[in-house]
Each structure stands twice: as C-alpha cells, then as structure tokens.
C-alpha cells in the first residue's frame, strides 16, 4: 500500500531549515555528488543535512577545534558512517568487512550502537564513498540510518528457545524494508548507479520532505524487554504463548531526547494503542508512519518527534486515527505483567541446541586500546569459529552457532586479551552504557564514553564495601541531555550539562518502563559518588532480597504506592527482573 503523503497540515508556521534543506535537496541529492568529486574538505549546511539520510554525520575533532581556531586552522572534519542492521544480525564474513573497513578507511574501531547498528569514526571525506560502497558490498548498508526517516529497527538479538526468534528477526526486516527510502540517490551517489532524474514520485511513501523527524521502531517480547520497546516511538511487543507468536501488542509514542531547562521537551515512554495479528504487524508500522509524517511538527525541530504529536491530542484521537486508516481489526491491547529483561551476556543454549556466547563491550567500543585487545580477540575468534553475530541494545555482542566444545576456546581467547567473562563483571559494569560524546559528537557538552570507565571503577569500589557488587543496577552515562545511552529508564543516569557537570537521574530500572526522577543537578565527575553515597548506603542497607537501585528509591520515596493508588495498577518491582541475568 502507498498512500501519497498528505501536504504538511502545518503550514502556517514557517518550516524549519532542515524542512527546507530536504525539499530543495532532490530526493536526498543536494549537491553531495559535486561536493565528493572536489578537493573540498566538508560539505555545507544542505548537504550535512542530506547526507544524514546515507548514513554519515558530518563531524569534527572537538579536541582540536579550539587549536585549530586560533592558528586560524579549518576544523578537522572526518565522518561518522552508520550502519543500519535489523535486528543486529550479520554473519562472520559482515563482520570480518566491517573490521577490515574501519581498519583501512576510518580510525580502526567499530561500535556497537545503543539501537544494534555498527558505527565507523574518523573517515575522512575521500574516504567516504569507498567506505559506503564497501559495507554494500557486504549486502549491508547505511542508508536510513540517520536522518528523518524509519532508523535501524531493533529486534532481540538472541536465538535462545523461550520465543520464536527467527520471526521476530523477520518482522524487523519486513519492517526495515517497508519504511526504507526508495530514492534512487543512494544508488547514484556511493554504488555509481545510474543517475535518473529525482521526481516525488521517486519516493511515494515519503515525498519530498520525508518525515518530520527521526523515527524509531523495534520489535521485542513480552518475554523479553531486551530492546527497551517503550524508548520507541513505535514498538511492536510480540505477545508470546508457549514459545510461538501470538500477535503484538503495538505501542507508540516513546522517546528520550529532551533539553535541559526548557519544560516544554520531556521524555516519554510508549504506551500500548492495541493488538494486531502477526499478518498487519509491518503494516501497523507503516501507519504510525503515515500519521507521524502527515501531522508531525515541521516547524520546531525539538516538537518534531511522535511523542509531541501524541502529547498534543492524546491517546484516544491518535488511536481514532490508526484505526480510521486501518484495513484490519485493531483489538484491545493483551494486558501484560511487567516485561522481563535479559542482557544475553555469558553462555547460553540456543533453540537449535548449538550456543551463544555473549560478550561485554564497554560502551559498544571494539578496539584494542586500555589494556585490552578485545578487536584482535573478536576478530581470532570470528575468523576461526566463524559464528553469526548479534549486535545487542545494549552495546553487546553476541557470537552465536557454536558447538558446546568451542566455548572453552572463545572464553580463553577474550581472557588471554584482557576480557573477562560477563560472570566476573559487577552488575554496575555489565549493565552499563554510554553514548560517544566527545570528542566525535558535536552536540556533546561533557564527555562521556571516556570518562564511565573511571566513574564504574570508583562505583564498583564502593558497592563493593556495601555488599551489593551483584545487586541490579544499570548506570547509565551521556554528554547531553539528548539521551542516546537511553539515561532515562535507568537505575542511575549521569546527563551532561557542561564541560564537567552532570545532572543525575534515579529511579528507572534494567525493565526500562518507569522514567526516572533528577535527583541532584551539575555534579563534577569527581562528586558524581560522593553525592550518591548515602542513597547507595541505604539501599545496601534496607533493600528487599532481588531490589534494584531504582525500585528501591521509588519504594523510599513512595511513588510507586502513590502511583499505584492513582493508576490503580501496580508499579514494576524488580523481584520480578529474572536473577538469571546475573548468573
Ligand atoms: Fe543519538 C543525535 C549517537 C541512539 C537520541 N546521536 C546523535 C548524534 C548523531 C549527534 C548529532 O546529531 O550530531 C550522535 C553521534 C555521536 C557520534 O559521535 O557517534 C548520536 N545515538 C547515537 C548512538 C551512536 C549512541 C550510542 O552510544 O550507541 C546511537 C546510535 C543508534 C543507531 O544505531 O541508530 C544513538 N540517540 C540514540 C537513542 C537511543 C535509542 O534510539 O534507542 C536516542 C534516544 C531515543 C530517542 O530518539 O528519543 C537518541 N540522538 C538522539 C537525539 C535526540 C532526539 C530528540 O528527539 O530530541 C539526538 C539529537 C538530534 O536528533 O537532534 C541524537
Ligand atoms: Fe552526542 Fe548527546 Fe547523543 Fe551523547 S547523548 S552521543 S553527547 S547527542
């Protein structure tokens, strides 16, 4: 089905630059081509604009920036290309590509993104176009991976018996497919494709102006939160029976990024609008699309996401709306005991009796760097054993199809590199996250990916001395309040503010669906335990057998009675998160 994309219905208000930027850009052409054949370092605002949707953000080394400026110095631009892969899933040889790719094109590290995708740091402009093509050669690609379109849909990565996991990496493809952009531009521009003239035709389910903004969707299970379904604006929550599908409850209107001090952006999490049968589950999607890309803000970038919309009119005229549009029943969602979570790390039997084995990766980085040599370890055991890989929504990676005999051999391998098993990490190290920031992100106020492993061992340290090295707590850390770590519905967040401060958050949990609360703002680095001592004191002390840091302080604080009074529906307590998940 392709419904053409209704005019803007708010034209009355002047449209944002980058609305602009995508109008006049020719199905994402610009004058990217031009700008590639030049001996210019950087492209110009359209073009940045533009080459989002490939898969490339226009960046600069923020380390250098101030130097460079005052020798009267251009930035030191280079790129950061992302690749979008559904579900998380590539194979042995993909990966094996990719490693060589960011060896000999960008700065020799691969990442592993909070939505199961790759990234490459540091590629330098005549660099790009071969780095683009490359990962296509692997039948992989990068194109809506950034900009206002469908991003990477995100699906449980673990090929484990507990549910149908194959379908649920089906319907993340179907979804992929269904929302990606068919502009002929990407073709022309990286794989020398013929070059046709751009028409709005070219794009018959986006237009000229795409989406008001980026949109996120993933595909989980009731019987496992691994992919946070309420941080998206649409999920689909496979309803699981007996280990087999049974339809999806659809959730929308979910996301995290917000500015601090200005009360008019929030974070939001997805609340369910019904269920669908497995059969109109893409489509669903496609419709939350539709709504989104015919209603959504064009003029304020920072209202511009689905959860605004939503906030606008409220859940019931939203829902009247889907199902006005919709060619199939849209029952009442299947009521759910709060979601479970697994991290996947460690060893595990597959539905297929072979195993997987999940490996820790401290903020998604795979490099040899700090002691470790965790690129070179992947890379032995990927070229040797040869498993599949699943890149997890939490910066993990999981290397799947082993023999029970292998495990051994991997575990050791990883050990002889300076990586140890998941089982020896404390909770607070295994459930980290942390965005990039500084020094590639150019919207980073404070560093972040740098700094967590210092902040984990200090944490580590002190719970430790209180007991509770392996009681469940999730830290989450990013460079601005954009929220890409997901901070919001962690047990703990640290959320830059400036060069040095963060603002922390407490109150979520691994469950992801409860937001958390600002506990106390514009900490230093050095303050940031200092300040959380006598909370993580009186949660050693007085916490329920099984208790997160988060539950805890909702339990302390009351809110979870008082919102149970309100709601007449019991909080999440996390004697229900599986304790497996720290075996
Ligand atoms: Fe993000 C922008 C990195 C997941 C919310 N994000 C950025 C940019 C591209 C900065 C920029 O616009 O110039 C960052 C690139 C930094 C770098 O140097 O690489 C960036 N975001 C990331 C990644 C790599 C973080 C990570 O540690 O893995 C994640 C890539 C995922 C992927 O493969 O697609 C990433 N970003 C997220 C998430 C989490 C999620 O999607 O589950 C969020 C919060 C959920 C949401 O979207 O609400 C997120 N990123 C943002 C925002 C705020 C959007 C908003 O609605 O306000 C921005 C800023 C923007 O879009 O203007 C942003
Ligand atoms: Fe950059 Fe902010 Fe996202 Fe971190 S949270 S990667 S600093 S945009």
Redesign the pocket.
């Known amino acids: 089905m392709s419904e053409q994309p209704a005019a803007p219905s708010r034209a009355q208000k002047p449209e944002s630059k980058v609305e602009v930027a995508k109008r006049r850009g020719r199905q994402l052409r610009g004058t990217i081509g031009e700008v590639l054949a030049s001996d210019r370092s950087h492209f110009s605002h359209d073009d940045v604009q533009l080459l989002k949707f490939h898969g490339t953000?226009q960046?600069d080394d923020r380390d250098t920036r101030r130097q460079r400026e005052t020798a009267g110095l251009e930035k030191a631009y280079s790129f950061?290309v992302?690749v979008?892969i559904p579900a998380g899933a590539l194979d042995a040889d993909q990966y094996l590509a990719l490693e060589s790719i960011a060896d000999r094109h960008a700065n020799g590290t691969l990442?592993v993104?909070?939505?199961?995708?790759f990234?490459f740091?540091g590629i330098l402009k005549g660099d790009l176009k071969a780095a683009i093509a490359e990962v296509n050669e692997e039948l992989l690609t990068t194109i809506s991976?950034?900009g206002d379109v469908q991003?990477?849909v995100m699906g449980c990565a673990a090929p484990l018996a507990d549910a149908d996991h194959a379908a649920v990496r089906a319907v993340a493809d179907a979804v992929a497919l269904e929302l990606r952009p068919a502009s002929k531009a990407y073709h022309e521009l990286w794989l020398d494709g013929e070059k046709v003239a751009s028409s709005q035709a070219e794009e018959p389910f986006y237009g000229s102006q795409y989406l008001p903004?980026?949109f996120?969707s993933a595909v989980g299970l009731s019987v496992d939160n691994c992919v946070?379904i309420h941080?998206q604006d649409v999920g689909l929550l496979a309803i699981v029976e007996q280990g087999r599908i049974r339809g999806f409850n659809l959730l929308v209107g979910g996301?995290?990024?917000?500015t601090h001090n200005k009360g008019d952006t929030m974070a939001a999490l997805a609340e369910p609008l019904g269920f669908v049968a497995t059969e109109h589950a893409v489509e669903s999607v496609r419709l939350v699309a539709a709504i989104f890309r015919d209603h959504g803000e064009r003029a304020d970038?920072?209202h511009a996401?689905l959860k605004y919309l939503i906030a606008e009119w409220g859940m019931p005229k939203f829902r009247d709306e889907f199902v006005r549009r919709a060619t199939f029943d849209v029952l009442p969602p299947v009521p759910l005991p709060p979601l479970p979570f697994h991290d996947h790390l460690g060893r595990h039997r597959q539905a297929d009796g072979r195993w997987f084995y999940g490996v820790f990766i401290q903020?998604?980085r795979i490099a040899d760097q700090d002691g470790s040599r965790l690129k070179t370890a992947l890379h032995e055991i990927v070229a040797r054993f040869r498993p599949g890989i699943r890149l997890s929504?939490q910066?993990n990676l999981l290397l799947t199809d082993l023999d029970a005999a292998s495990l051994d051999a991997v575990e050791q391998i990883l050990r002889d590199h300076g990586t140890a098993p998941a089982t020896e990490l404390s909770a607070a190290r295994r459930f980290s996250?942390?965005?990039?920031a500084l020094p590639?992100?150019?919207?980073a106020v404070a560093e972040s990916e740098r700094v967590i492993p210092e902040v984990l061992n200090r944490f580590e340290a002190e719970l430790e001395s209180l007991g509770v090295r392996n009681a469940p707590l999730t830290i989450r850390m990013t460079g601005c309040p954009?929220?890409?770590?997901?901070p919001y519905t962690a047990d703990l967040a640290f959320v830059g503010r400036s060069l040095n401060l963060y603002n922390v958050y407490v109150g979520g949990g691994l469950a992801g669906d409860r937001l958390v609360d600002l506990y106390r703002a514009d900490v230093t680095t050095e303050e940031l335990l200092p300040a959380l001592r006598p909370l993580l004191a009186r949660w050693a002390a007085e916490r329920h057998d099984g208790e997160g840091l988060g539950d805890f302080y909702q339990r302390l604080m009351g809110i979870r009675a008082r919102r149970a009074a309100l709601t007449g529906r019991e909080e999440p307590t996390a004697e229900r998160v599986p304790m497996g998940v720290l075996q």
């Open positions: 953000y960046q950061m992302r979008a990442r993104t909070t939505r199961q995708g990234q740091h991976a950034c991003r990477n903004r980026k996120k946070d941080a996301g995290l990024g917000m970038r920072r996401r903020s998604g929504a910066q996250m942390a965005c990039p590639t992100c150019g919207l954009n929220g890409c770590a997901r």
